[in-house]
């Protein structure tokens, strides 16, 4: 036993030494080669990962199949369906990079199923396993086969549960006092849409659901608050069609994400957005409701920044740039950011006449046990923050999924603002 766990140890410091090797030499690369190279290296990490996950499923779920010669055909029928969905689920991020439409296939559907169903798994019986340690010498070992068999139904409770909360899109009514706000623009009504990541995993149906819900509302503006797409432009042009049909009274803007890096075609999709009559705004600002020559007196200013990830990717000439997007502006005119990570808003709120900063990436961490991580990492997590007096930072927890179709304690969103003067 001592044996075993000084070779596992030995390994996994192994695996953690080439992964930052790897690392290092990946961002050495010029940036078009650094891209590729880093997803191979994340497909690599996420794959050795999932492996160690599918064999600990695999050893305890052996626990549960009933043995003895009269149930062979319903052992090997039950690890058949096991095998398959661990291989599918370890297979997802590969399956999803090669199978990319307009709509996601049937395999990269079932992949992001499996997929969730070994991270359900996984924490669950890495529960069971922990209250066994605890309880050495107080749980009798004839229980122990009750104790993984209530793990296993734990996990079939964060699968339903996590399904059901997917399917529930949910528009955000949230309503905002804005210091500086001209009484004309008293109720201006803005939607926020964030992290739909249109590619593998969801298509052209599930946008324009989307898009017919945002038009229902009858928004001033929306705004697109980066990861809208996981591919290059040539796969998805036909999916982003339905942004086209988007109906609001003073347009469509979007700031990029950092998967619109990832998909190394980022600037292929700031030339594609305008022609579905989305405007990028790419650490630029544009002045709402007044004009710029006199300072945008009685508007407002919407700023988008790049995604802060640029910084650590130096993707060519592209990298967040508060001072492009904020110098210069009337005093005293009401600003709106888009910066789609929450560290990003942590530079932007001590931006003088800032109002308010949206942003998303963080999905709320989607699902157990991930949100725990998330929280952890992340300034902001999900909702309304005020971090200055008169000053708010919104985090979307995301208008779709990625990659696992569910979702935990957090719905998709759809958010409607609507400024009012502040008193």
Sequence with gaps: MIECSGRNALLSGVFILVVLVVEVWVFSLESNRRIKALRTHVFFIFGAVLFVCSRYIWKRI??????????????????????????????????????????????????????????????????????????RGVIPRSLRVHVTLAGFLLALVLTFSGLWYVSQVEVKHVTLPVKGLHPRLNGTTVVQLSDIHLGPFNGKSALNELVGRVNRLKPDLVLITGDLVDSTVS??????????????????????????????????????????????????????????????????????????????????????????????RGKGVPTIVMAHQPWAAVEAVM??????????????????????????????????????????????PGSLYYIMPYRHFFRPEITLFTLTCAA
């Design 351 to 396: 931006w003088e006449d800032v109002r308010l900063v949206l942003s998303g990436h963080t999905h709320a961490g989607q699902v157990l046990p991930i949100m725990f991580l998330v929280y952890v990492y992340n300034p902001y997590f999900v909702g309304l923050y005020e971090p200055h007096p008169g000053v708010y930072v919104y985090v979307n």
């Design 62 to 135: 052996s626990i549960l199949l009933p043995r003895g010669d009269r149930f062979w055909l319903c052992t090997w029928t039950l690890r058949f369906f096991l095998a398959v969905s661990l291989l599918l689920g370890q297979l997802c991020m590969i399956l999803g990079a090669l199978l990319v439409n307009k709509e996601p296939s049937y395999v990269n559907v079932a992949s992001g199923y499996c997929l969730g169903i070994i991270v359900f798994l996984t924490f669950c019986f890495v529960l069971v396993d922990l209250l066994l340690l605890v309880g």
């Design 235 to 328: 796969n998805l042009r036909e999916a982003v069609t339905p942004l086209r049909d988007l109906k609001p009274k003073h347009g469509v803007y979007f700031s990029t994400g950092n998967h619109e890096y990832y998909t190394g075609d980022v600037d292929s999709w700031i030339e594609e957005l305008p022609r579905h009559g989305v405007t990028p705004l790419i650490n630029q600002r544009v002045c709402l409701f007044g004009e710029e020559k006199h300072g945008c007196s009685g508007g407002l200013y919407l700023a988008g920044l790049e995604d802060i990830e640029t910084r650590r990717l130096n993707y060519g000439s592209h990298s967040m740039d508060l001072h492009s997007a904020l110098s210069g």
